[in-house]
């Protein structure tokens, strides 16, 4: 299990990264950012070629089977599933991410009724980390204020370096959901409020972790603060409506002989996630706001993030 401190070290320090590595629409931001064709203002803009873009996503309803049915999602009605080709055609094109950004995602879970595109939009991306079995034998130990805390200075002494490397202040406001651990079904979920640039602009990370025999079913909610409410309803219906299938579950693990995660539930909230390269995927990840940008693996948490928190677009 990572210790806290040691944690959010190695999570705070890989948002020092270079500039090259994340791309951003908009506009009122200093940095180099990478150039990016704004394709979805041209999907917007023609009414047949959105209705072609939705007909593509290829919504579905009731049972979904993911991963070649590792897990298996019961969907409320309030929501339909789109797949790999689905998730990656609206993040990529319909939402403006740079090209090879969804290439992990399992697929998404969106609002049944409703435009994508649309300006209230949002949705919740799935992915599976493969790091292996996460221990919960320290649940019951974790003092989650103290741990806000320390990311929270964390935060605050990595601020000086993100702005040397040409990236504005983040700020770790709080908990807009605080973590809770059920043990009986192995699931977890928290909610952070942040603020980019003290500008003031809030913007919402709510998780979702569903721990299994192999690694961690990740849900990451892509959403404004201002929609907090409505993630935190949906959230609360998913959970019962997502399980790990025969053979996959946390209870199917075998000692000794499947892999052991390196981090406990602490480094699961502290973001200490690690990678296949052995590089530690941020606190961050899944964040988009009004402009929609998903931030996969690293976050160049200043420009960047000062253009897809900033004011949308009348595109």
């Known amino acids: ?146 741990l806000l805390k320390e990311m929270q200075e964390s935060t605050e002494a990595s601020n000086e370096e993100r702005e040397k490397a040409g990236y504005g202040s983040v700020h770790l406001l709080g908990w807009a959901e605080p973590p809770s651990y059920d043990a009986g079904s192995h699931k977890m979920y928290w909610a952070k409020e942040l603020d980019f640039g003290g500008d003031g602009t809030h913007t919402l990370n709510y998780a979702v972790r569903i721990l299994g025999r192999r690694g961690v079913l990740e849900l990451n909610a892509v959403a404004g603060m201002d929609q907090l409410t409505t993630i935190r309803d949906e959230v609360r219906q998913l959970l019962p409506a997502v399980e790990f299938a025969e053979g996959h579950r946390y209870t199917d693990y075998v000692e000794g002989t499947d892999k052991l995660a390196t981090y406990g539930l602490m480094g699961l909230v502290a973001g200490a996630l690690a990678t296949k390269a052995g590089l530690f995927k941020v606190l961050f990840a899944g964040l988009l706001a009004a402009k929609k940008f998903l931030v996969m693996g690293v976050v160049a948490a200043g420009a960047a993030a000062k253009r897809f928190f900033g004011k949308k677009s009348a595109a």
Do not use: C
């Open 1 to 146: 299990m990572l210790a806290p401190r040691i944690a959010t070290a190695l999570f705070f320090a890989s948002l020092q990264l270079s500039p090259t590595v994340l791309v951003a629409q908009g506009s009122g931001a200093s940095g180099p950012i990478d150039p990016v064709v704004p394709s979805d203002s041209a999907v917007r803009a023609d009414s047949a070629a959105k209705a072609e873009f939705l007909a593509k996503l290829n919504r579905r309803s009731g049972e979904i089977s993911l991963d070649g049915g590792m897990a298996t999602l019961r969907l409320p009605a309030s929501v339909s599933f789109i797949d790999h080709a689905g998730a990656k055609l609206l993040l990529e094109v319909g939402w403006g991410n740079p090209a090879g950004a969804a290439d992990d995602v399992l697929g998404m879970i969106i609002p049944a009724a409703g435009d994508p595109l649309g300006e209230g939009s949002w949705g919740i991306v799935i992915e599976f980390n493969d790091d292996g079995y996460v221990s919960d034998k320290d649940a019951a130990k974790i003092d989650f204020t103290a």
